[in-house]
């Protein structure tokens, strides 16, 4: 069998070595042959390239590059989606595709005009509901007439894309739903959440005097209460709130450090820090390379992250949710988001805010103490059941074999 699949994020970026690798790898050893054509950040790539050709070498998996720096956003999208139809054409001289997997939407274009033009089937793994995060996002800001000329397009092109897919992945269940009810999808669709690798985050590979030497160097100290927060900050990301919930957290547990692990500027959380009142004393920010995440993760006692609760986060599956839960740590986010709400409601390793309201923060860390007894292993039985990356594979895997017969 072999697949073909598209990608507008590249396999050296955060995104393609944690979320898209993992499944290629374990794809790849379930006798399928992948030929990816991924676009990669030109700074990203020149710093990543051997790392993933080393992994990529050594499977069923042939890697073929573009390479874009982005410097003109709107023109770059379109010249990209083209250079990524070129090649895709070049490729299929060689190889005919049994399915064309297309992971969000500028990929969906050049599946569709390889499906026309080759019968190829495509899946569209849609992520995200394209236009609407990026004007959520605030990087296509809807007051300038051109960024508002690109959502009206993108929007009005998902009622082209959906009914020419061949098959709809999607990351939730909320998602469905719209997909189903509010665009009338009449193709197979699927869920697949963002998924965990438990060979990587595995609770019991992790040794006391790594843990210990950590939070030295860290400046824990061991009678100190760590929550964190894991991922990128702005856009979506409410740090401002997540520092209101410390400040309040701080009244009840004064020795709590919020530890932020994070690739962005440290000074997004000091600003935050400074603006919302928090003493730096009780602040630690610092970034791990995806091998040192479990680690990290294992020295905190509870996980924190709130997300914007719009429109084009109904799509969201947190991947960090799964992480955490996978190490046994139990978790606080905000309704909204995606299943986040079905998943942890009722259950004995999460906490909901209903609202960024001092109210509702005092609420949930009233209930914390109950929270923090909760048995490990209920977070990982549920990290397993929800966020399962060898689920995963083999749901891809079956799709694709669907794909093939039809």
């Excluded at 709130?306 to 905000?334: C, D, H, W």
Aim: aromatic content about 10%; hydrophobic content about 40%; proline content about 4%.
């Amino acid at each position: 069998m072999n697949i073909l699949y598209l990608t507008y994020d590249g396999l050296t970026g955060p995104i393609g070595r944690s979320q898209i690798l993992p499944f290629l790898c374990n794809l790849s050893q379930k006798g399928i042959h992948i030929q990816v054509l991924s676009l990669e950040d030109e700074y990203l790539y020149k710093k990543g390239k051997k790392r993933i050709e080393d992994i990529v070498n050594n499977l069923d998996i042939e890697w073929n590059v573009l390479t874009s720096s982005y410097k003109i956003p709107v023109f770059s999208l379109f010249r990209n989606q083209n250079r990524m139809k070129s090649f895709a054409k070049r490729l299929y001289k060689t190889t005919s595709f049994d399915v064309v997997h297309c992971r969000s939407f500028p990929a969906v274009n050049t599946g569709l005009y390889l499906k026309k033009h080759y019968k190829s089937k495509v899946l569209f793994d849609m992520r995200v509901f394209y236009a609407d995060d990026l004007a959520n996002n605030n990087i296509w800001k809807l007051k300038n007439p051109i960024y508002h000329l690109m959502y009206c397009y993108f929007k009005q092109r998902e009622k082209d894309i959906f009914p020419l897919s061949d098959y709809i992945v999607t990351k939730t269940e909320a998602s469905k739903t719209i997909l189903l009810q509010d665009y009338h999808v009449d193709v197979p669709v699927s869920v697949i959440p963002s998924c965990v690798d438990f060979n990587l985050f595995d609770r019991n590979s992790i040794l006391q005097e790594d843990k210990k030497e950590l939070r030295q160097k860290l400046g824990i100290a061991e009678d100190d209460f760590v929550i964190a927060y894991i991922g990128s900050l702005g856009c979506c990301y409410l740090i401002d709130e997540m520092m209101d919930f410390v400040g309040e957290l701080l009244k009840v547990k004064p020795q709590t450090k919020f530890l932020v692990i994070t690739p962005d500027s440290e000074q997004l959380v000091v600003q935050s820090a400074r603006k919302k009142g928090v003493d730096m004393q009780h602040i630690i920010v610092d970034f791990a390379i995806r091998n040192q995440m479990p680690l990290y993760i294992s020295i905190i006692d509870v996980s924190i992250f709130f997300i914007k609760p719009v429109f084009s986060k109904k799509a969201s599956s947190p991947k960090k949710m799964g992480e955490v839960l996978s190490l046994g740590i139990p978790v606080i986010t905000n309704m909204g988001v995606g299943d986040v709400d079905t998943i942890v409601k009722d259950s004995k390793f999460g906490l909901l805010v209903e609202d960024f309201s001092t109210k509702s923060y005092q609420h949930v860390i009233a209930l914390m103490d109950d929270l923090l007894k909760t048995d490990p292993n209920v977070c990982i039985d549920a990290a397993k059941s929800c966020f399962s990356l060898e689920k995963g594979v083999d749901e891809y895997s079956n799709i694709y074999r669907l794909l093939t017969k039809t």
